[in-house]
C-alpha cells in the first residue's frame, strides 16, 4: 500500500473519532468558546469537514500526479 | 398588491421558471432507449453533478427537518453535519470503479451490477425490493414539506395534502418528460439558489430576532443550558445517548454511498475525474448546512410554537413581518428543494423497480420503448404511493425514515464485495445481505433486544460482513478475472 492511501486511512479514522464519541465528546462538545458568534460544538462539525475536503483534495492531486508520471 | 398576493406570485414565478428548465433539454433531443432516460447518455459535466449532488442533499429534510431538528433537539441535529463529513468518501473508490464496469456492461442501478457479477436474479430482486420500500417514505416526507409550506404560506387555505398533490403533479411531469437530463438542469439551477438563500435568510432571521447570530447563541446558552452540546435531546424531549448519536453518525457514514439514487451518480458521470472531484467537493456542501441549523436555533426562544417541530421555518417566516418578497423566495426555495429530491427518489426507485424487479429478477424482457413506458408507469405507481403515505400517515415520517437507513446500509457489503473482493460469491453476498435486513428489522421492532443502545443497522452491518466473508470462504467462487480486468485496481 502506498503512503498516501495510509495516511488517508490514518485521517479518516481520526476524522470518524473526532465526529463521535469519545474524541468529539471530550475535545469539540462544548458551547464556549463562541468562534464567529457560533458554540465551538456546531462550529467543530463544519471545521473537519474542511479539513477533509483539504485532505481529499490532496490525495486527489497527489493521484493526479502519479498517474502522469 | 397585498403581502400574501406578492408572496404567491413569487412562488408561482419559481415553479413557472422551474418546469420551463426542466423540460427544456427534451427539445434537444437526445437518445429514446432506456438507458438514454435513465442514466442521461453519461455526459454529465463537473458543474452539473456538483449541483445535482447539492440539490439531492437539499431535500425537503435539510430546508424544514434539520431546523426542526436544531429548534427541538438541540445538539441531536449536529448529526447531519457529522456524517456528512465523511459519508461520500467511499465513493471516491468504488464510484470510478463501477463507472468503468457500468460503461462496458450498460449498468444504471447498483443492484443490476451486483446481480451480474454474481448472475443471481435473487440478489437483484431483493436489491429491488428493499431500494422501493425505502424510498417511498423518504418520498412521503417531500410530499409533506411541500405541503406544509404551502399551507402555512396561506394561514391554511391551501390544506397540506392539495399542496402536496400540486406540488407533486408538477414534478411527475417534468420527471416524465425528459428523464434524468431534466433532473440535472433543474437541480444544476435550484442547488446553485437553494445554497446563496440558505445563507441569506440564515444570517438575516437572526439579526432581526436578536440583533445577530452570537447574541442569539448566547441567549440561547443563557435560558437553556446545554441544549446547544451534543447529543441534544430524543423526539421524546429525553436526553439523548451517546451511543445512539454515535451510532447515528456512523451508521449514516457508511450507508450514505449506497443511497441507489446517489449510487446511480457513477452510471451518468462523464468520467472518472468527475466522479472524483464530486466527492472532493461534497464536504463543502457541510458549510450551506449550517445556516440552515441556525434558521432552526432562532425559533427556540419565539414565544409562538409551531403546531410541529418541522413546521418551524414557515411558521417563523408567516409570524415575522418579514418582506414578502423574501419570505417568497425562500418558501419557493424550500419547495425547490423538496421537488428535487422528489424527482431524483422518483426517478430512482422506478428505473429500480424495472430493471432490477422485473427485468433483472422477473425476468422480462420489453422492447426499449416498452421498458421506458414501463419505468414511466412505476413512476406514477411510486409517486401515488408516497402521496398516500404522506397524507394518511399519522406518525413520524422521520421513524420511517430511520427505518429505512438500516436496510440501505446492508447494501455497503455487497458493493464493496462486488466492486473490490474477488473470492466473493453469490451465495455468500445473498445471505449477508438476507441476515443482515432480518437483524436490522428484528431489533427495529424488538428495540429491547439490542444489547446495547446502538442504531439497528449497525447489528445489521456487522453480522451482514461476518456472513458474507464465511459463506463467500465455504462456496466456490467464480472465474472473475474479466471482471478485475474492467473495474481495475486502485485508480
Redesign the interface.
Known sequence: MRRKDVALIAY?VV??LM???PG??LLG???RP?V????L??LW??A???A??LV??AY?RA?AR??RE | MDRDTVVLAVVGAYLAVNLAVGLWPQRKGGSSDAAGYVAGDRSLGLLVMYFITGATIFSAFAFLGMPGWAYARG?AA?YV??????GF?PF?FLGPRAARLGRVHGFVTQAEMVAHRFDSRAIAGIMAFVSVAAFVPYLAIQMQGAGYVLSALTHGEIPEEVGAGAVYLVVLIYVLKSGVLGVGWTNTLQGLFMMGLAWGIGLYLPHVLYG???????RI?EMRPGF???PGLTAGGEPWS??G??SA??VS?VGFSFWPHLFMKAFTAKDDRTI??T??????F??FL?PL??IGFSGVLFELAPARADQIVPHLLVNLELSPFLVGLFCAGALAASMSSGDAMAHAAASIAVRDGLVTSGGLRPAPSGERNLIRAVVVLVMVASYVLAVTYEGSLVGLLLLAYGPVTQFAPAVVATLCWRRATGPGVLAGLLAGAAVNLVLYLCPEWKPWPLHEGLYGLVLNAIVLIAVSRATAPRDDRAWFEVAGNG?
Open positions: 479518516v476524522c470518524a465526529l463521535v464519541w468529539y465528546a462538545n462544548r458551547v463562541f464567529l458568534g457560533i458554540p460544538a456546531l462539525n463544519v473537519w469537514a474542511v477533509t475536503f481529499l483534495l486527489d493521484g502519479a498517474e | 445538539g449536529y453535519l457529522a456524517y456528512g463529513v465523511l468518501v471516491y445577530g447570530v452570537g447574541e442569539m447563541f448566547r446558552e446547544l452540546t451534543a451517546w451511543a448519536y454515535s453518525v456512523l457514514i472524483r472531484r466527492v472532493v467537493l461534497y464536504p463543502t457541510q458549510i449550517l441549523l441556525i485508480r
